[in-house]
């Protein structure tokens, strides 16, 4: 599977390995498709073609999908959402507060507008947020490890994802979006934090835990204006 994989990759999506189609013959078609698997499969010694780092990496992502969310899990909530599930919406979520952000200092003078929340840069922290969980799984502070060994582990996996990736697929940059997030201290990060609680608020609020709700609507009024004020 892999190597029909990689060679739809290569031939699809990667110039360098695409073959003229000068024959629509079997005969043609078999030899393209053996010369990209053999193309794919690189010997011992070599480095994985970018096709086989993409494919390794989304492989291991679909992980993400799933595993389901602890939390959920341990309230005894039937058909939980996935990781997956939690972290798209996140990004849905650092779309529209990153521009309703901006969009209200839009009137504030040129010092404030140079403080304006990157949006692509919110959206990507968004996607990389959990994607450690992909290997590590969803660790809650119920499950009996510290923060320093659930930041080691999951630094562990970030790296073996940069290195996975290398630097032609921007492993770098998934690992450098991580260490952000995790360290908090850019505007991007402290609103994806918090947007990560937000979106744990309005699951529940779906799931009908009407008391997790009351309890975090005061947290919401408090919220409010710093997400959408910065």
């Known amino acids: ?68 969310r602890t939390g959920w899990i341990r309230a005894g909530v039937t058909q939980p959402e996935s990781i997956a599930d939690h972290m798209y919406r996140m990004s849905l979520m650092a779309m529209i507060a990153s521009r309703a952000a901006n969009s209200a200092s839009a009137s504030d003078n040129a010092a404030e507008q140079q403080s304006q929340l990157d949006m692509n840069r919110c959206i990507q922290l968004a996607l990389v947020h959990d994607l450690a969980e992909a ?4 660790i809650t502070p119920y499950c009996g490890v510290s923060d320093t060994d659930k930041y080691k582990l999951e630094l562990n996996t970030m790296e073996r994802i940069r290195d996975m990736l290398g630097p032609i697929l921007g492993g770098e940059r998934f690992l450098s979006l991580w260490q952000e997030y995790e360290a908090g201290q850019t505007y991007e990060s402290k609103l994806l934090k918090d947007l990560d609680k937000i979106e744990m608020i309005l699951q529940a609020q779906v799931r009908r835990y009407y008391c997790c709700c009351c309890c975090c609507l005061l947290y919401i009024r408090w919220l409010y204006p710093v997400v959408f004020c910065l």
Do not use: Q
């Open 1 to 68: 599977m892999r190597d029909v994989v990689s060679w739809y990759v290569c031939t699809m999506y990667v110039p360098s390995c695409i073959v003229p189609n000068h024959s629509s013959s079997r005969r043609s078609r078999i030899h393209r498709m053996s010369t990209a698997k053999s193309s794919s499969s690189p010997n011992e010694g070599e480095s994985p073609s970018v096709a086989s780092r993409a494919i390794d990496f989304l492989t291991l992502t679909r992980n993400l999908k799933t595993t389901k």
């Open 135 to 138: 290997t590590v799984g969803d």
